[in-house]
């Protein structure tokens, strides 16, 4: 076409090439390779070097783009006039305008294999620079910014591993060159593949948790995050992959607090619901029974209000320890309560077998045990429901053995009860009783019975027992029998026996006032709080206060008292000896009796319980224990007081065997204040008148 053009206007040829190339948006210019001077350069080409076109043509390159650009492309320039085929690039600096690139296309032009000249070309790529620039610092950045991240970042084209960052290989140990390359998905826990694949195909953006595996094998928690970088052509994606190890740890803790007691670590009553659900699906399936233990600690309020809360908590503690160490892998123990335990035996075939596992765990709870040095003893009281024969749900069950516990805590210490459906309502009485016998305290319903304790020689008057019994408001009078168990259980009979304490020193104190010759009281004691109190501070503070003297007060320990051999025991029997106060063991035989704690501590008086008394002097067996106390009594240099003598042959024995002292309903049953009084005045009579016959 361009010859056509040349062809019909020989002169139009040049103006419109000129017009043409002018309107071009490169710059144009062609330079003869014999010359080496300008024969063509369009208006463009010109102007940026502030020259017309038709100025240009005629110069050499050198003189158009002048010295100092010479200098810097002269090496292209004479390839190009040789021949070649020349591109290169260059940046313009033409101040104040900002920095341009430019790019050179130097192209020969031959004419039957002869060099005729060059046809430079020149395109402003300030454009494709900046964007290649913005390019390089987003990647710049992008790199940066995975270095400097602790989040592990994964980058992946299709599946495909391309890249990642020194955080991804702390997280999944392998390096990154093992990981380029190979499919993201080999590096996802199993289980959360599929998932992951449809995440990916579906451009999710979201999050979500899943697990990778480590190099060495471990699994790691992490939550899983990716976006899409547009990328023309083929996007790539870019996963964030945060270990959230700690945050499941801190879930699961936090799962485990809510299912369990903090202090003892085990399941509390929540999760004992659930793993119960469990346990009795299993049981129904296989048809085995189950026992349900509810177990509550004797007398703990008194040890948590005495030696305080940490004493408590480390008893708790080691209770819990020992019903998890006594009992099966697969049997439940669980805290439901402050001291209450409940503990399913999976492994009970009968009520008779889970009765013995039952006595066992007791025997394993009253072990002694040391708390910051202070020795403890505790008893538990525990209620039995059977599966299925007592319920079928972990709540019936667990009410029943509740409730069998509350009636075994009525009975007394020590004790066990299976539920039966008569048990029920008990509960609620006996929170009633609680109740009433807290008010009885505050209401000053209980009052003391004076029974007399004599010599078997004389008759004659050694000393009161003081019994304590409560003045119910609708029962009438209750025996300590039915109130000391029950307030031992529930940590009321320190406060009972303060008050006996106190009103029996009164008493005695009176009586002297009053003019009648002294005569000793004696005081039962509770076990648990011999252990757990000052008793001498108290006592000493009662005698002051009372103002008797120390030697008219005795006191009454049962065995079990001095069977431990505590020091603390030990040391309150010498302040209290120190004080002048007598000792007595009370109910001597029944307990574990052991010479060695009579020798040990400084006692003044055995009392034979009055079961052996009873069997006297019948059964030859009785008559025997009664000799040998009696024997071992008078070798210890102990006085020794026959319980419940209720016959005169009983006391005829009694005098043969040289026991010197007696108490029991053929004297006196025991007897209020008053009558008391008045039984003092007589004997005194008694004695005035037979003074001449008898001496003691
Ligand atoms: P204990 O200390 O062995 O008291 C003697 C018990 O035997 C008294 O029962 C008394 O009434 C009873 N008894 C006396 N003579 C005879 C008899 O000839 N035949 C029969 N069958 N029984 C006789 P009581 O008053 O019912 O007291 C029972 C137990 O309650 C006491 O046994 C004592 O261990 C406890 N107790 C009584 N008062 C208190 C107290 O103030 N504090 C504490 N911690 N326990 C007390
Ligand atoms: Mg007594
Ligand atoms: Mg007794």
């Not at 177990?295 to 030696?307: G, V, Y």
């Not at 403890?376 to 009281?381: A, I, K, T």
């Not at 009053?514 to 000793?520: D, F, I, R, S």
């Not at 120190?578 to 063991?585: C, K």
């Amino acid at each position: 076409m361009a010859e056509n053009v040349d062809a019909q206007h020989p002169g139009a040829h040049d103006a419109l090439l000129q017009l043409i190339a002018d309107t071009a948006p490169a710059m144009l210019a062609y330079f003869d390779a014999r010359t080496l001077r300008c024969r063509f350069a369009n208006a463009h080409y010109a102007r940026n070097f502030g020259l017309t076109p038709a100025e240009a043509v005629g110069k050499t390159v050198r003189e158009i783009v002048g010295d100092a650009v010479w200098q810097q492309i002269h090496t292209h320039v004479e390839r190009g006039l040789r021949g070649e085929q020349v591109r290169y690039e260059r940046e313009v600096l033409q101040p104040p305008a900002p920095p341009r690139h430019i790019e050179s296309l130097l192209l020969p032009h031959f004419e039957n294999g002869v060099l005729q000249g060059t046809v430079v070309q020149i395109i402003d790529v300030s454009r494709h620079h900046r964007v290649a620039q913005q390019l390089r610092d987003s990647e710049e950045r992008m790199r940066k910014f995975a270095e400097v991240t602790t989040e592990a970042l994964v980058m992946h084209r299709d599946g495909i591993i391309l890249d990642g960052n020194e955080a991804l290989s702390r997280l999944t140990g392998y390096t990154l060159d093992e990981l380029a390359g190979r499919p993201v998905l080999d590096y996802i826990c199993p289980e959360f593949r599929l998932y992951a694949l449809q995440y990916m195909r579906s451009g999710r953006e979201d999050r979500f948790d899943a697990a990778i595996p480590h190099k060495d094998g471990h699994r790691i928690p992490v939550e899983i995050e990716a976006k899409t970088m547009p990328e023309e052509g083929s996007p790539y994606r870019i996963v964030l992959v945060r270990d959230i190890t700690v945050r499941q740890l801190a879930q699961e803790r936090m799962d485990f607090l809510a299912q369990h007691d903090q202090l003892t670590q085990l399941p509390n009553r929540v999760r004992l619901n659930q793993l119960m659900r469990q346990a009795l699906s299993l049981a129904g399936v296989h048809k085995r029974p189950l026992a349900v233990l509810s177990i509550d600690l004797d007398h703990f309020k008194t040890i948590n209000d005495s030696l305080g809360h940490r004493a408590g908590d480390l008893l708790l503690c080691e209770v819990a320890q020992r019903l998890r160490g006594s009992v099966h892998a697969h049997d439940l123990v669980a805290r439901v309560g402050g001291d209450e335990f409940v503990v399913v035996l999976t492994d009970a075939p009968s009520a008779q077998a889970a009765e013995i596992q039952a006595s066992h765990l007791q025997r394993i709870i009253e072990a002694p045990c040391s708390i910051d040095g202070t020795p403890l003893v505790v008893s538990p009281c525990m209620g039995i429901a059977m599966y299925p024969g007592d319920g079928q749900s972990p709540e019936d069950l667990l009410n029943h053995a509740e409730t069998a516990m509350q009636l075994a805590k009525e009975i007394g210490r020590r004790n066990l009860q299976f539920y039966s459906p008569a048990h029920d309502g008990q509960a609620t009485d006996m929170l009633k009783q609680e109740q009433m016998l807290r008010q009885a305290l505050a209401r000053n319903e209980f009052e003391l019975h004076y029974q007399p304790q004599t010599f078997t020689a004389s008759g004659r008057l050694a000393s009161f027992e003081a019994l304590v019994r409560w003045r119910h408001p609708q029962r009438g009078l209750v025996l300590p029998g039915e109130f000391i168990g029950f307030a031992e259980a529930r940590g009321l009979i320190s406060a009972i026996d303060r008050w006996v304490m106190r009103e029996a020193c009164r008493q005695a104190r009176q009586w002297q006032d009053e003019g009648l010759p002294p005569v000793a009281v004696a005081v039962n004691l509770s076990a648990v709080e011999f252990r757990q109190r000052d008793i001498a501070r108290e006592v000493a503070q009662v005698l002051q206060d009372t103002g008797l003297e120390a030697r008219w007060l005795h006191i009454e320990l049962t065995e079990s008292t001095l069977m431990h051999t505590s020091g603390q025991v030990h040391d309150t029997l010498l302040a209290l000896k120190e004080l002048g106060v007598g000792l007595a063991i009370d109910d001597f035989g029944t307990g574990d009796s052991s010479l060695a704690y009579l020798r040990r501590h400084p006692i003044n008086q055995l009392k034979i319980d009055r079961s052996f008394i009873a069997d006297v002097p019948d059964s030859e067996d009785g008559t025997a224990i009664v000799t040998a106390i009696v024997q071992m009594g008078h070798s210890l240099h102990l006085d020794i007081v026959a319980e419940g003598v209720e016959t005169p042959q009983q006391l005829a024995l009694l005098r043969d065997l040289g026991c010197g002292m007696m108490q029991g309903y053929l004297v006196a049953p025991p007897l209020p204040a008053d009558q008391a009084r008045t039984w003092q005045l007589q004997q005194l009579q008694h004695l005035h008148h037979s003074h001449t016959d008898h001496r003691q």
